[in-house]
């Protein structure tokens, strides 16, 4: 069982930055592939990042390329998105979630490939 708390979201003007975090209750978390998912009101839940068990390879939507950035710490069971150059249309609640690693560079990118989730946090971003 994997317990997900996410925070850092809030309200942020065009152009501007957030960090998210998602803190991990479990022993371990060396053997999960970890997600960032997000939904917009009205909208599906949308794949954002995936990064491997060992943080060597990181996989992103075509839509924050080169803007958002994630990483994780396995010693502190947390992951981290940077999100910077912000546009509204990255307005959402973001989801941490993760799943067992296949450990063979295998990118989960649906939500329905996970197994844990967290409750969200809501991300604003103003024009």
């Known amino acids: 069982q994997v317990q997900l708390v996410e925070s850092g979201g809030g309200l942020v003007q065009a152009g501007g930055s957030l960090r998210l975090s998602c803190a991990a209750s479990t022993r371990t978390l060396f053997t999960y592939f970890m997600g960032w998912f997000r939904q917009a009101p009205g909208k599906e839940r949308e794949f954002v990042v995936g990064?491997?068990?060992?943080?060597?390879?990181?996989y992103y939507a075509d839509f924050v390329k080169g803007r958002f950035t994630m990483s994780r710490d396995n010693a502190k069971k947390t992951a981290y998105l940077q999100m910077n150059s912000l546009k509204p249309e990255d307005t959402a609640v973001y989801y941490c979630?993760?799943?067992?690693?296949?450990?063979?560079?295998?990118?989960?990118?649906?939500?329905?490939?996970?197994?844990?989730w967290g409750q969200g946090t809501q991300v604003t971003v103003s024009s």
């Open positions: 979630a993760v799943r067992a690693d296949s450990g063979s560079e295998e990118v989960f990118s649906k939500s329905s490939e996970y197994e844990y």
């Open positions: 990064i491997s068990w060992n943080g060597y390879s990181t």
